[in-house]
């Protein structure tokens, strides 16, 4: 309002100056007017600006009076927190002085504790150390134990490997007794066999007509020559019946002996008149054999069964052909005994 009153007292003054000033003052008026109107409307520029600030100001017044009271009112609100937290703050001294006193005496109960704890520790030290050892020793038992439960298995295992080696032992021992339970028998029954032999025949076996043998177990009889057969013949003369006759009767009484004839020859050929019906040597053995049989089954009432006749010709001497006494050897019937098995 100031500033507008100043405006409208130029104006006046200068319609004043130019109703009754010269020319050269009316212009030196106007320039002044023109002048005092810029300067004018710079104020009035600046008396908006300063309006505007004035009022932006009066806001940021406003706002800092309400932010003034919302800071009263916190500020209340801090004193009272300030004053909850002093008595607070009292209350904790008061608490922390306790726990000090507190703190103290678990310090003190501490340190008692840690006492007792290293004492412990030392102890669970040295048992854990004695435990070590002793688990140790209780390692290598259990070591030993097995070791000895592995031999134990080895010693039950080769005991029970002895122990059926001892009953198979015991068995062919069995076997073996009894097996030389019958062999004695049989060589007691051949002994038997072989004395009565030389009793019945005791006259023959003295001049050598006859042999007794006894071999490996066997007891084999030879008839030398012509004690049973005529030169040349196949028919048992009545002398070498009477002979088998005489032998069969032993045979007879030992039933368990078998009974094997075998014929041998000389190495001289078949006569003419005897080669039309054995034509070699062999022919002749095998017959002169398996008559012998025949007389014994037939005659002497020896089981069948029990006899077998083989014929060798002359291809088992027991002397040398060359001479006359030789081959005189080698015509011969061996009969062997053979225990049964």
């Not at 102890?123 to 435990?131: D, R």
């Amino acid at each position: 309002m100031r500033y507008s009153k100043l405006v409208y007292g130029l104006c006046l003054i200068c319609f004043l100056f130019t109703a009754c000033v010269s020319k050269d003052s009316y212009e030196e008026l106007e320039a002044t007017l023109a002048d005092t109107r810029a300067q004018l409307e710079q104020k009035n520029s600046q008396i908006n600006e300063l309006k505007s600030k004035l009022k932006h100001l009066e806001e940021e017044l406003r706002q800092s009076e309400e932010n003034r009271k919302q800071l009263q009112q916190d500020l209340s609100g801090l004193q009272a927190q300030t004053r909850e937290l002093e008595n607070t703050n009292l209350q904790l001294r008061q608490r922390l002085t306790g726990l000090g006193i507190e703190l103290e005496k678990k310090d003190s109960m501490v340190l008692q504790k840690e006492d007792v704890i290293k004492q412990h520790n030392e102890s669970k030290h040295a048992l854990e150390t004695k435990l070590q050892a002793l688990q140790s020793q209780i390692d290598q038992r259990e070591q030993k134990i097995k070791n000895q439960e592995a031999t134990l298995a080895k010693l039950e295992n080769t005991k029970s490997r002895i122990e059926t080696k001892i009953k198979q032992l015991e068995s062919q021992l069995e076997s073996r007794e009894t097996r030389i339970n019958e062999q004695d028998k049989t060589i007691k029954d051949l002994q038997n066999t072989k004395r009565q032999i030389e009793t019945d025949l005791k006259k023959q076996i003295k001049s050598d007509q006859i042999k007794l043998e006894e071999m490996e177990g066997k007891l084999k009889v030879t008839f030398i020559d012509k004690i049973l057969f005529d030169s040349g013949s196949v028919r048992i003369n009545k002398n070498g019946q009477e002979l088998l006759l005489t032998l069969a009767q032993t045979l007879r009484e030992n039933q368990n002996q078998n009974i094997i004839i075998q014929g041998h020859t000389d190495n001289v050929e078949i006569g003419p008149d005897l080669r039309k019906f054995y034509p070699t040597n062999w022919e002749l053995s095998a017959s002169r054999s398996t008559t012998v049989l025949r007389h014994l089954v037939e005659s002497a009432g020896i089981a069948p069964e029990r006899c077998v006749a083989s014929a060798y010709s002359y291809y088992k001497p027991v002397a040398s052909n060359q001479s006359e006494e030789g081959r005189k050897q080698n015509r011969r019937i061996e009969i062997i005994l053979v225990p049964e098995r």
